[in-house]
């Protein structure tokens, strides 16, 4: 009888070591998951970066280019200069809001 | 006090099952014999229970290597899988990279082009004071700058997805 108790307590434990292993490899796949999605942040960051520090500067161009040419068409009293440096301002402001919602899921991805 | 005798009747078995004569009953009336007997029957309980515990050895045994191979197998492939998405991530991350920049640059060349002619037109311009050209150029830099716009956005919004593990089950006893 206490053989057979024995035997039965082996047999429990052997169980209770597969759902352990079960377990662990629940675990191991959770964390793989955890450093794909880790690396995946990391990329989409820069990415975002990239894409900011570009827009950036080439707004500044533009700005830079705008400037100049309201700065002109103060000196020549033309009106229609500074509304074609008024046009490439209104076209810089209207992209702002497109792109900081793009930037922001470019960051976070899907 | 009383006495607790349960009454019972006894009856004589019927002419038909009645034994003819005397029964014979066995016994080991040889002394020796009754030991060897006896001898026999706890080597033979001791054999047995060898046996089975040898068998059973032999399923533990098969079973604790099971449960070995079956954790080391699994971890594997988990690496494996992890080692394929971390690679296409990867290529694909430098890919996209080349690919901004390559775009990038091309798009700063043709700003910069439309800056320069603008500036030469602008001073040619402060000489005749007809500025139709340099609103000209404004007006194309500001399309240019408007499709070069819509062309980013449209590949920011290309984003890949995110890959996945096949089993994206959690942990037994995970809270979240």
Redesign the interface.
């Known amino acids: 009888m206490k ?1 057979e108790k024995a ?1 039965f307590d ?1 047999y429990e434990s ?1 169980e209770e ?2 759902r352990c ?10 964390c ?2 955890c ?3 880790r ?2 942040l990391q ?2 960051r ?2 975002a970066e ?2 900011y520090q ?2 950036k ?2 707004n500044d ?2 700005f830079k ?1 705008a400037m ?2 309201f700065d ?1 068409a103060i000196d ?1 009293h ?1 009106v ?2 500074a509304e ?2 008024a ?2 301002v209104k ?2 402001k209207e ?1 702002y809001p ?2 900081y919602a ?2 922001f ?2 960051l976070f ?2 | 006090m009383e006495n607790n005798i349960i009454e019972v009747e006894y009856t004589d078995l019927p002419e038909d099952l009645q034994p003819e004569g005397n029964i014979p009953i066995p016994s080991e009336a040889s002394f020796p014999t009754a030991i060897l007997k006896t001898v026999a029957d706890v080597f033979n309980n001791v054999t047995n ?1 060898i046996k089975e ?1 040898s068998m ?1 050895k032999e399923q ?1 045994k098969t ?2 290597a099971e ?1 070995k191979m ?2 080391k197998i ?2 594997e492939q ?2 494996a ?2 080692e394929v ?2 690679t296409d ?2 290529n694909r ?1 430098e890919r ?2 080349t690919m ?2 390559a775009i ?1 640059e091309q ?2 060349k043709g ?2 082009n439309y ?1 320069n002619t ?2 030469g037109a ?1 001073e040619a311009a ?1 000489k005749t ?1 007809d ?1 139709s050209a ?2 000209d150029l ?2 194309m ?2 399309s240019a ?2 499709a ?2 819509e062309f ?2 449209r590949m ?2 290309k ?1 890949s ?5 096949d ?6 006893g ?1 809270l979240g």
């Open positions: 053989l035997l082996v052997g070591v597969s292993v079960n377990d662990i490899l629940l675990s191991e796949r959770y793989a998951a450093e794909v999605y690396v995946y990329q989409n820069e990415k990239l894409y570009q827009f500067a080439q161009k533009v280019q100049d040419v002109l020549f033309n229609q200069l074609a440096a046009m490439l076209t810089m992209a497109n792109f793009a930037y899921k470019q991805g899907n | 229970s515990y059973f533990e079973k604790r449960i079956q954790l699994g971890l988990i690496q899988q992890k998405l971390l991530l990867n991350h996209d990279m901004i920049r990038d798009i700063n700003l910069d800056t603008i500036n602008i402060k004071n500025f340099v609103m404004l007006e830099m500001n700058q408007k070069s716009m980013k956005l920011m919004d984003t997805g995110m890959p996945r593990l089993d994206n089950s959690k942990p037994f995970y």
